[in-house]
């Protein structure tokens, strides 16, 4: 395998990240209840292949700065198993060892097997389950 390009944008504002973003949220559903204008001031590491955008991971940092929270990641189908997701993910452990930064969160879908796995492969641990209620259904 050859060395991943992984890069980075610290605003995904109007980004190529974004659709590819959506889209992720489309694909599992929850794009009902998931405003990707709110999160445009998160930053993203992502990879891309040929000038098209095919894997991110977008981030958010708390606001004293102890701990990145990963929103959401997602690499294309068609190029998964290339390492594309740990890469985003060191890289952002990497960052996060730069700024001082004391841990690494995130939520993955409760049947999400798949990513679920990847998760622990690259060293994060489940801590807890989360509960949400969609207003819109009530």
């Known amino acids: 395998?050859?060395?991943?390009?992984?890069?980075?944008?610290?605003?995904?504002?109007?980004?190529?990240?974004?659709?590819?973003?959506?889209?992720?949220?489309?694909?599992?559903?929850?794009?009902?209840?998931?405003?990707?204008?709110?999160?445009?001031?998160?930053?993203?590491?992502y990879v891309e292949e040929d000038g098209v955008?095919?894997?991110?991971l977008s981030f958010s940092s708390r606001q004293d700065r102890s701990q990145y929270f990963i929103q959401t990641a997602f690499v294309d189908p068609a190029y998964r198993r290339c390492g594309y997701y740990r890469a985003m993910f060191e890289a952002l452990v990497e960052l996060a060892k730069s700024k001082k930064v004391?841990?690494?969160?995130?939520i993955v879908a409760w049947g999400n097997a798949v990513m679920q796995t990847t998760a622990e492969s690259v060293g994060r641990r489940p801590i807890g389950i989360t509960y949400s209620l969609n207003i819109g259904e009530r």
């Not at 955008?53 to 991110?56: E, G, I, P, Y």
């Open 1 to 45: 395998m050859t060395d991943i390009k992984v890069l980075y944008v610290e605003k995904i504002a109007g980004h190529p990240v974004v659709p590819l973003l959506a889209r992720m949220m489309t694909d599992v559903g929850q794009y009902d209840v998931y405003d990707v204008s709110l999160h445009w001031e998160q930053s993203a590491f």
């Open 53 to 56: 955008v095919v894997a991110a």
């Open 102 to 106: 004391l841990s690494i969160a995130g």
